[in-house]
């Protein structure tokens, strides 16, 4: 049996940090084994052959762990700070990435890529990929946006964000519009498994034309509730029909303010107008259909129940559009405005000033 060791005098905070960090199952491994060193030979009674028995490690190992704690206390478990390897890829390499995505791309290309960027530095690939990952740089993501030209689009776009903000007392207000040519698709769709073995959805690249459906919908802005119908034709007539149905479905209100884009069908209503006082119509701005909420709710239909859906007719276009609706209604809830007007002046290729 080996020689006991003495014991290490150690105050009751440390005792406590050690064997707390002993019955870990969170903290890195080699820390939970160096307090269990600490533990066995310094006040557990154990000598450090038995410590090394009885943890299954070599004594030579348990007498440097017990001699650093006894020298050092608690900061003895810890690693000493190491050099370590020098970076081969520091603070300049990411400057000089960052400066490369300002300039033109090289000939043949229409903007930079990693490997690209790889080749112009003379650099490894993954080391541009983890400054570009570090830096939330995205090169292969693109956001587009529409710069209205009219020249009353603050007083417009004010209106109607003021509706949505702060709608009158005792309004509805409803956001109308209409998405036409839905095609009616038809092709084989399904699940595939891709080389490197993920399962993703599929479908054929042919398929089959069977005529095209006109929705009308309207979003009624506090509630989220929508209202629709589908046509086959979007005229003016087909407008008006459902104008009147949505009158006679909406619950009753001093005021409604129905939100509209300026095509043409929506424009020269002043009779149906008339019959309906209440109503007031307010036109988004040239190029603003982003501002009319209802655009929200035709991208969750076309993600749910059109994209890559198989349609023999537009009958059954018709019924899946419906049965979406019908399953939206009661988890319809109102939206959160977050839109902001991008200016044309805010497009610079300055990568450096956005990455600090």
Known sequence: MGRKVPPVPVSAEDR?????????????????????????TCWGGLSVTGAARRLGIRPNTVSDWRRRFAEKGVSGIYDRPRSGKPPRYGAEFREQVLRKLETPPPPGHACWDGPAVARALGASPHAVWRVLRKQGVCLARHRSWCVSTDPEFVPKAADIVGLYMNPPANAL??????????????????????????????????????????????????????????????????????????MRDLPSAEQIHVILDNY??????????????????????????????VEIWFGILSRKALRGASHKNTEELRASIEAFIAAYGPRAKPFTWRKREVKGSQLHNTIVNLCT
């Open 16 to 40: 406590g940090f050690i064997e707390s960090l002993a019955r870990s199952k969170t903290d890195e491994a080699r820390l939970v084994q160096r307090a269990r060193i600490v533990k066995l």
């Open 264 to 293: 043409c069908i929506h424009k020269r209503n002043s009779t149906w107008l008339e019959k309906h006082p209440t109503v007031t119509f307010h036109f988004t701005p040239t190029s603003a259909s982003w501002l009319n909420m």
């Open 173 to 246: 207000v409803i956001c109308v519009d209409e998405k036409p040519s839905i095609q009616a698709l038809e092709r084989a769709t399904g699940y595939v498994q891709t080389d490197n073995g993920k399962i993703v959805r599929g479908f054929r690249s042919t398929y089959r034309r069977h005529g095209t459906l006109n929705l009308f919908a309207a979003l009624t802005v506090a509630t989220g509730a929508v209202h629709a119908k589908t046509t086959n034709l979007k005229r003016r007539v087909e407008f008006i029909e459902f104008m009147d149905e949505l």
